[in-house]
């Protein structure tokens, strides 16, 4: 079987020959740089739209890029169903019992079966274990259920982010946000809301619109009283409560405060950010599979969640750098009722934008669904692969062929052909039309490496991800608010008494004055200049550490300090709190000066500057980039490598191909004319012996002139049959030979992208790691003294 395993290439099926309607050996590896043009799967129930959408994914996944699939239904949870040792056992805690009892076998039985029969499937494919395992070794995958305990729960509506600076200061930009995350809100409370009239839109946006430029996040508090009380005295040039009345108002409050009140919406208070950077990567850089399943919601609370994912990676994309390689996917399993052709749900804007813009920055958009009537042209027209499968009816069938003749802009559109196609599918059967190749293909897709059991059941779900549910990376909690928790020790009202020449400082951090007091730290601050010209490095950081207060003259231990921001630092407290007692040691100033060369030896050894380099791609990592986003950014720019290497080995062998192709061209239509020619003379030789015969047995008994002459032309015309056949057996011969090198160019063209291949995994070990550390003169202690931090006190 030809070689599959290759970098960039997805494979998804066997072509299938359009005359015999048999499966060939041709195997379809599809470019995963074509989905930067996006994909979009058609095909009614039983098709196997659902089994070619993971299999794609599996694809991706093999090839190192994250997916985010929306999972409306629930069938994508099965991507986490793959059992490297096809074991019964394996198989067993996922079956759907209903179809072993409606087979008549228990469930132990049914397992063994499932398992035989997709080990047996898979080894038809090429597919072993191995693969499968490489799969769930390079992938972290995780279901999230927003709303729900059963998988890990999503924190939607604990805070609206403040967006970048970047979208901050672009005012298009910026505006496009503010007026989506309203829409997407006003939606769960199944308002619908112009953004340019509607009184709800005008008086939620402004609020958003003034916190997010003053760097404030927003959470569902904050807008209910900004509803009732608006930071604003005027929307336009009206007084806001002539624009929007305080009763009016008060309605809509109301309705915000019961979906905040309501037990259900805790669950979408907690869980993880909605952060679409850690649903892509693992800390370590490790690409995720991050399933996002909303069966469980009602119609409105599957419309917020999904639009609230769309804005977020429609905001995501916007800090990305540009590439022209594919970053990563996400999927959609079913479209409909999303970007619908003539409502305007609160998804269908950032969706349409995606697949508008989403090339440019490497994301490729992949939508499936049963009903193509029911979904925009102006979304339909950006997508560049279609993946057609059975169709229910006329006119689903008519939508996509005015779909693809859109796409093709009528250029080398043969509808008859795309018709008989379509009409004449089988299960598991679709017509590939890719624009970046030079005709539509059928093909079968193959097996899939997951398990197709169907939906999985929320306790399923809990199973499967109780082991899993470490929460993605994302920036949490300051280290001082995570570690200044139960602390015990006498407190006083009365702050002690501090000599005046040491400094002293309070932190302001956002806590309750009844369980909290402050606590004396050691705070230090610098400024830190690294160099190293080698490196390219010149960097200014600046560090601030708070200790634990020594009891005795010893040095504080600053390897487990709190991480502190400048802008805690303030000269005055709170008067609310109370303190805990000062160490003696903290009285004496004399200790401070100790205890600040300390600090400065202690940077110097310990503060190196981490940097990662990746000598082979010529990439470095900027300084504070972890190891985890360093290799993110070397996974990418090793795909823009690799797809450069291979498109040009492509042109490399692209003039040698259509040459051979024009010469099989000429050789085929050589067999068409010469068999044409040979079966009219096959018809003229048969009537001419005829006649002759007929001739010569109805006339004289001896032969006349005249039946000679047409026995004769007879076999003259008989000769120059046989001729002709030769000729066509001569254009057959010469037709193979052309078909052999093409099949031998192709060999060769995958034998050097296979080597390919196989070189590029150097360049993932060339990273090292080397530190700069910093000199002493090269470090500038800008404070040094006291820091009152709040602490909380276990009772």
Request: charged letters at 25%.
């Amino acid at each position: 079987m030809e070689n599959f395993e290759l970098m960039g290439k997805f494979y998804l099926g066997k072509e299938i020959e359009p005359q015999s309607g048999k499966v060939s050996d041709n195997l379809v590896l599809y470019d995963s740089k074509d989905l930067t043009t996006h994909g979009m799967i058609i095909g009614m129930t039983g098709s196997g739209k659902t089994g070619l959408g993971i299999a794609l994914l599996e694809e991706a996944l093999m090839d190192n890029i994250p997916v985010i699939a929306i999972d409306p239904k629930g069938d994508i949870t099965n991507l986490l169903l793959s059992f490297p040792e096809q074991r019964s056992e394996d198989f067993l805690p996922w079956i759907n019992i209903e179809n072993a009892t409606a087979e008549g076998f228990p469930p132990s039985e049914y397992a063994a079966r499932e398992a035989e029969k997709w080990k047996k499937g898979l080894a038809g494919w090429g597919i072993d274990g191995d693969r499968i395992k490489k799969m769930r070794e390079s992938v972290s995958f995780s279901i999230y259920t927003p709303g729900s305990n059963s998988g890990i729960k999503v924190n939607v509506l604990g805070s609206f982010r403040c967006p970048s600076e970047k979208i901050i200061n672009d005012h298009d930009l910026f505006l496009e946000k503010v007026q989506n995350t309203t829409s997407t809100l006003l939606s769960l409370l199944n308002i619908e809301s112009d953004p340019l009239s509607g009184r709800e839109h005008l008086l939620i946006s402004k609020i958003f619109e003034q916190s997010w430029r003053n760097g404030k996040d927003v959470d569902l508090p904050m807008i209910i009283n900004g509803i009732q009380t608006p930071p604003f005295a005027q929307i336009g040039v009206m007084p806001t409560d002539t624009f929007y009345p305080p009763s009016e108002r008060f309605k809509l409050a109301l309705a915000l405060n019961q979906i905040l009140a309501s037990p259900a919406f805790n669950q979408w208070m907690t869980g993880v950010p909605l952060e679409i950077g850690s649903f892509l990567h693992s800390p370590e850089g490790k690409p995720r599979a991050s399933i996002f399943t909303v069966s469980h919601l009602s119609d409105n609370e599957r419309m917020f969640f999904i639009s609230m994912v769309l804005n977020e990676i429609v905001g995501w994309m916007r800090t990305q750098t540009g590439t022209p390689s594919l970053r990563a996917i996400l999927y959609i399993d079913e479209v409909f009722g999303y970007m619908p052709p003539v409502k305007e749900p609160p998804s269908k804007k950032p969706l349409i934008t995606l697949l508008k813009q989403a090339r440019a920055f490497g994301i490729g958009v992949v939508l499936a669904t049963q009903n193509p009537v029911d979904l925009d042209y102006k979304g339909l027209s950006n997508i560049g692969t279609w993946f057609i499968g059975r169709l229910q009816t006329q006119r689903d069938k008519d939508r996509v062929l005015e779909g693809l003749e859109r796409l093709e802009n009528a250029s080398g559109y043969d509808r008859q052909f795309l018709d008989k196609a379509i009409t004449g599918l089988k299960k598991r059967e679709f017509l590939l039309n890719n624009v970046h190749e030079n005709s539509p293909s059928i093909f079968t897709s193959r097996w899939a490496m997951s398990y197709l059991r169907g939906p999985l059941t929320r306790e399923q779900i809990s199973s499967i991800m109780e082991e899993r549910k470490e929460e993605p990376h994302v920036e949490g909690a300051k280290p001082a608010m995570e570690r200044t928790r139960g602390v015990k020790g006498y407190t006083s009202p009365v702050k002690p008494a501090i000599s005046p020449d040491v400094n002293e400082f309070f932190v302001d951090l956002p806590v309750t004055s009844d369980s909290w007091a402050y606590k004396p730290f050691i705070v230090g601050s610098g400024d830190i200049y690294y160099s190293n010209p080698k490196l390219g490095i010149e960097e200014r950081i600046a560090c601030l550490l708070g200790a634990e207060a020594p009891h005795n003259t010893l040095e504080p231990n600053w390897e487990n300090a709190l991480e502190l921001d400048e802008g805690d630092l303030c000269r005055e407290g709170n008067e609310q709190l109370k303190f805990l007692e000062l160490p003696a040691a903290m009285a004496n100033p004399s200790n401070y000066k100790k205890w600040e060369k300390a600090f400065q030896r202690w940077i110097r050894q310990n503060k190196p500057l981490v940097i990662f380099k990746n000598q082979s791609l010529k990439l470095a990592s900027s300084p504070g980039e972890g190891r985890g986003d360093f290799e993110i950014r070397v996974e990418e720019a090793l795909r823009e490598k690799r797809d450069m290497e291979i498109e040009k080995l492509r042109k490399k062998y692209d003039s040698k191909m259509a040459t051979l192709q024009k010469q099989l061209m000429a050789a085929e239509q050589a067999i068409a004319r010469e068999s044409e020619q040979a079966k009219n003379r096959n018809i003229d030789t048969v009537i001419s012996f005829g006649s002759a015969i007929a001739s010569a047995l109805l006339g004289r008994k001896s032969l006349t002139a005249t039946s000679t002459y047409r026995m004769g032309s007879a076999l003259s015309k008989a000769g120059r049959l046989r001729k002709e056949k030769m000729d066509i057996a001569r254009a057959e011969e010469k037709t193979q030979f052309i078909q052999e090198q093409l099949a031998a160019l192709e060999a060769s063209l995958n034998e050097e992208i296979e080597k390919l291949t196989e070189s590029m995994e150097k360049y993932r070990e060339a990273t090292q790691e080397h530190l700069v550390r910093p000199q002493s003169t090269n470090i500038n202690i800008k404070v040094f003294g006291l820091a009152w931090v709040p602490v909380e006190i276990e009772n």
